[in-house]
DNA sequence: AACACTTGACCGCTGCGCGTT
DNA sequence: CAACGCGCAGCGGTCAAGTGT
């Protein structure tokens, strides 16, 4: 403990800076900040006699110091409600390769949801002067939550939620597609004469998106089919509800317990989709084509394997990462467009 | 876009500072600064007058110039190789928990279990002069790799993977009493006589601490038992394997195509479970109770529920936000030791 | 004219030692 | 003598404008 403590404090008592390892060989700051920096205006000899002596006396880069300095900074925050969700994972994964590949240096901050963590975060990010923010904003945002990185100027997307009244750049899925999609394949492919979009937060932007869609493609089924054969919209099953297995399971047990469930159903995420699943399994329900939304790898492994509606996550981090980019005025190549959704269809709808 | 530019550059134009503000009341920047820091120092007059100002600028505070100022840094990194295993994430809620309490900011590094990333990672956050990390060791990494980190003195402690060679803290789960737990209860409640451990990376170090106590323990119950009447270890069933689902669907489908399942089996995650349950009902084959590790939320849901061990992931992030603070030379209550693993007992191993 | 290096101001903030009233 | 506030020297770098071959 006391041998700890004595070496921590050696550690922090001197730190090496560059002018140090400048007098140790008789050389300048600038020259050593050269060399550090790989700039091409230092002759090989004294390159390799800098790095020599800075290894040898245990300097380290100040990094913090040169971002002060230049005005610029490599942090490029990612900031969202929830890193455990596969689908958000993956999306980080498309961000980081982008702006990783340009030498941006990614992190996450969760803000589990919550926007006072998540302006306390955003806060932290602008103060810090990062180069760029990407963010999922809390589910209950509000574009006042947003007004402080507006004004501050550091370039910020919004992801996957859209915000009312906030004029920052937007990518997100194809909500609409996603409701289109859904509600055709449950209606042309199955035959499903009543549907419902299962689960959400009312808050959450896509379920508004998809919500219209699907409910469109519905009154077209009915109108198609002609009166009375038509599809009908199940309006109970279509309450906004916790987008969590469990509060799946619970209010598909409760709806089931008081009548049969519709004969085709589009879930706000697989997640729902297993507690609807795991549901109409127990209570030994009629048949029932269920969609999930998001295809998380786990789905194929589910019994019965899960359909699933897919928008190629990375690839949607990806054109997130090259809009920052664009944002902070840098040159992009590649689609700065969201990929398309995809269906992709298993046992649990009844395709197999 | 011409519009866009010209604010994105005007913003950028002339930055606010604490001297601007200062000047525009007449009063000097350690003022502001004191201010700033809600010191008692300065009137409550002045406080509010210069509160007003730095509004009506739009002045942003500039915590990267006070942290090169300080000397200290409130950002922690959390660097990881997966952020979306359930397991990890939970973790780092708690490690933010404590964290966040004292006022760092925790964010988080994803390092794709690659070491060339985990490497680079390490470096920046040693340059930025982070002032602590919590890492989960990529798989391959190997002492060499946290020489610089160790050298530059910046307070570290190494979570869940066990490196050898490296005398920094270390925060893991009591592997030894998972296999100990694992091993009691396949043999003592369900009676199995053929058992193994399936999956994990050869190279986790959670997986050869689990392994030692669960032969053991069936070892134990071989003697107890008496020859002949003893407990079975499946070797071919414990080679190690990638940790996910479809690896070990993949695996236990070769394996079953050759012969019957262990009886009995304590599987390295959930994840590995669930492979491992599909397999054998798309094999059709004899019972064989079902163990997984970790307890992640959709082990309940899943079909049929999975029995897990678990350890409260919260918890041990917590103790490893703990054991950071210590190791930062901070005052810190509450317990420094991991919670103890338990076992969720559910029908996929027979309970129910 | 090109090369290899140096100089000194500065980035935005803090902390210490000193005035004022 | 409190209570308030000021000036200045850094923190560890970078960069434009030199100097000397």
Not at 338 to 346: M, N
Request: a negative charge; aromatic letters at 4%; one cysteine or more.
């Amino acid at each position: 403990m006391q041998e700890e403590r004595e070496q921590g404090d050696r550690a922090r008592a001197r730190q090496v800076r560059m002018i140090d390892v400048a007098n140790s060989l008789g050389l300048s700051r600038a020259t050593v900040s050269l060399v550090m920096r790989n700039s091409p205006l230092v002759s090989a000899a004294t390159r390799s006699a800098v790095l020599a002596e800075a290894e040898r006396l245990g300097y380290i880069y100040n990094q913090a110091a040169a971002n002060l300095r230049t005005q610029r900074n490599d942090l490029v925050g990612l900031v969202m409600p929830d890193v455990m969700n596969p689908f958000v994972g993956e999306v980080s994964l498309g961000v980081q390769e982008v702006l990783g590949e340009v030498g941006f240096f990614v992190m996450i901050a969760n803000t589990v949801d919550r926007v006072d963590l998540q302006r306390q975060i955003l806060q932290s990010l602008v103060g810090h002067r990062a180069a760029g923010v990407v963010t999922i904003p809390a589910l209950t945002a509000t574009a006042d939550d947003f007004s402080g990185i507006r004004r501050s100027g550091l370039p910020t997307v919004l992801l996957l939620r859209h915000i009312d009244g906030v004029d920052l750049p937007f990518v997100g899925t194809d909500e609409e597609a996603i409701g289109r999609l859904g509600a055709e394949h449950l209606i042309s492919v199955h035959g499903c004469r009543r549907v419902a979009y299962f689960g959400g937060d009312p808050l959450a932007s896509p379920r508004v998106g998809r919500m219209e869609t699907f409910r469109q493609a519905v009154a077209e089924a009915e109108v198609e089919a002609g009166e009375g054969a038509g599809v009908e919209w199940d309006a109970v099953w279509s309450e906004p509800l916790e987008a969590t297995a469990d509060a799946a399971y619970r209010r598909a047990s409760e709806l089931l317990a008081a009548g049969p469930p519709p004969d085709g159903v589009l879930c706000h995420s697989d997640n729902v989709a297993y507690g609807l699943v795991k549901a109409l399994r127990t209570h030994d329900a009629p048949p029932c084509a269920v969609l999930g939304i998001d295809d998380l790898h786990q789905s194929a492994m589910w019994n019965p394997p899960i359909s699933s509606i897919a928008t190629d996550p990375v690839e949607l981090g990806r054109v997130c990462g090259r809009v920052l980019l664009d944002e902070m005025g840098m040159p992009v190549k590649g689609r700065r467009t969201p990929p398309a959704p995809e269906i992709h269809a298993r046992a649990s709808c009844g395709c197999h």
